[in-house]
């Protein structure tokens, strides 16, 4: 599974649409005043707007000033966490908490991501969980933290990358989140429903990536 896909979803909320074209307009002036004994020659933005065939010829682009917007990159790194954010024109690019989970022996197996919530709702935060396919939809996901109480989570869908949980955290789960050591996420393959897959998401880092993370509109 590869590692950069599951910024996808919020990647689509965060996208920020590209900036219009800037105009440039010309204008004309009738001069009824006695004619000057100087002349000046016009100044480049005075220059006739294109016309016919030359308005629809492209003059190219600088290759090496091609934007960045919209592309993910990982701004730092915190504990086990990175803090993965969308380049976008704002002076503050939007950021998420990210976990890669692997086997135990270092193959990657699901994808975690976390992001803020406003104030005011039941959910104090939002996370997706990317896992594999074949995974037991019917199972769901669940998770613990240090051994507590499992609380389980229904698949939202899935696609050609991984099949999706997306989850809404209220206070008292992030609370537990912060003071934890780690969380046992597990699934159950579709093709073993006798059997269970048990990851381990580090909580190491968590209430200062928590913080660093952006806050994503409801």
Not at 24 to 48: G, H, I, L, R
Not at 109 to 131: D, N, Y
Not at 196 to 202: F, N, R, Y
């Amino acid at each position: 599974m590869n590692k950069y896909l599951t910024i996808l979803p919020l990647c689509a909320a965060m996208m920020m649409p590209m900036a219009g074209f800037a105009q440039t307009a010309t204008t004309e002036t009738t001069d009824t005043a006695a004619p000057k004994t100087t002349e000046t020659a016009p100044a480049a933005s005075d220059a006739p707007a294109a016309s016919g065939v030359e308005a629809q010829l492209s003059m190219g682009d600088d290759g090496e000033a091609a934007t960045d917007l919209g592309k993910p990159y990982t701004k730092e790194e915190v504990g086990s966490w990175e803090i993965r954010c969308i380049k976008t024109e704002e002076d503050v690019d939007p950021c998420q908490m990210y976990q890669l989970l692997d086997d135990g022996q270092g193959a990657p197996v699901a994808e975690f991501s976390l992001f803020r919530l406003p104030e005011g709702g039941k959910a104090q935060a939002g996370a997706t969980v990317v896992v594999p396919l074949e995974t037991s939809l019917q199972s769901q996901l669940s998770v613990a933290v240090d051994g507590g109480k499992e609380r389980r989570y229904p698949f939202a869908f899935c696609n050609p990358v991984g099949c999706y949980v997306r989850m809404g955290l209220t206070a008292d789960d992030v609370a537990a989140f912060k003071r934890g050591k780690e969380a046992k996420i597990t699934i159950v393959p579709a093709l073993a429903p006798d059997q269970k897959v048990q990851l381990t998401l580090s909580l190491d880092g968590f209430t200062s990536s928590f913080d660093k993370s952006s806050v994503i509109e409801r």
